[in-house]
């Protein structure tokens, strides 16, 4: 059964760096897939923010890319998020997922506030 | 980027009747080497993530009950609920994985209880 799950600070202020990862059992992510995340800010839609290869190749969604960074760390089985200079429009729910052709796995979500 | 147009935004439908969902892209997502739609809908019910329903624009995941289903091809598409239950009140997303692994989802589509 793979399974995803999100941890991080729940509370960012503005102007920091806001980091999330995402731990998975159940599948070892260098095995294959696409490994991304995904947000839903209050009220809106979905979002896909950035995606790593099992080979550790990154893609980014080009209206964040400039201060966004994905990782991978096989040997944890998990990978990260980072996001630079966040303001409250960053504020939103981050699910972690894995796209095997389509995103079949998601994490639960965690939600991300930013404020002072 | 390819967008992603659902219609309508909402819908309200009597338990037992159809509920029909659309979703329009701005190009085509089919890819003609292997005539596939490169389209997948899901089920997004509040405190939970969302579940992938269909994918491949009509092959159902695993496990997804068959008063579900999709069709269209190119750049129309639409996910039918047969039968509505009480259970499939959510939003419910159209997504293009055409030019994975970048992908666009739809604006939603809020499904309720008439």
């Known amino acids: 059964q793979v399974q995803l799950q999100e941890s991080g600070p729940g509370l960012v202020k503005p102007s920091e760096t806001l980091s999330l990862t995402c731990a998975v059992s159940?599948?070892?992510?260098?095995?294959?897939?696409?490994w991304g995340w995904i947000r839903q800010p209050p009220g809106k839609g979905l979002e896909w923010i950035a995606s790593?290869?099992?080979?550790?190749?990154?893609y980014y969604n080009p209206s964040l890319k400039s201060r966004v960074t994905i990782s991978v760390d096989t040997s944890k089985n998990q990978f990260s998020l980072k996001v630079n200079s966040v303001t409250a429009a960053d504020t939103a729910v981050y699910y972690c997922?894995?796209?095997?052709?389509?995103?079949?796995?998601w994490g639960q979500g965690t939600l991300v506030t930013v404020s002072s | 980027d390819i967008v992603m147009t659902q219609s309508p935004d909402s819908l309200a439908v009597s338990l037992g009747e159809r509920a029909t969902i659309n979703c329009k892209s701005s190009?085509?997502?089919?890819?003609?080497?292997?005539?596939?739609?490169?389209l997948a809908w899901y089920q997004h019910k509040p405190g939970q993530p969302p579940k992938l329903l269909i994918y491949?624009?009509?092959t159902r995941e695993s496990g997804v009950p068959d008063r579900f289903s999709g069709s269209g091809s190119g750049t129309d598409f639409t996910l039918t609920i047969s039968s509505l239950q009480a259970e499939d009140v959510a939003v419910y997303y159209c997504?293009?994985?055409?030019?994975?692994?970048?992908?666009?989802f739809g604006q939603g589509t809020r499904l309720e209880i008439k």
């Open positions: 190009q085509s997502v089919l890819y003609s080497s292997n005539n596939k739609n490169y």
């Open positions: 491949w624009a009509s």
């Open positions: 997504q293009q994985y055409y030019t994975t692994p970048s992908i666009t």
């Open positions: 997922a894995r796209r095997s052709i389509a995103d079949d796995y």
């Open positions: 790593v290869y099992h080979s550790g190749s990154t």
């Open positions: 159940g599948y070892s992510i260098s095995s294959g897939y696409y």
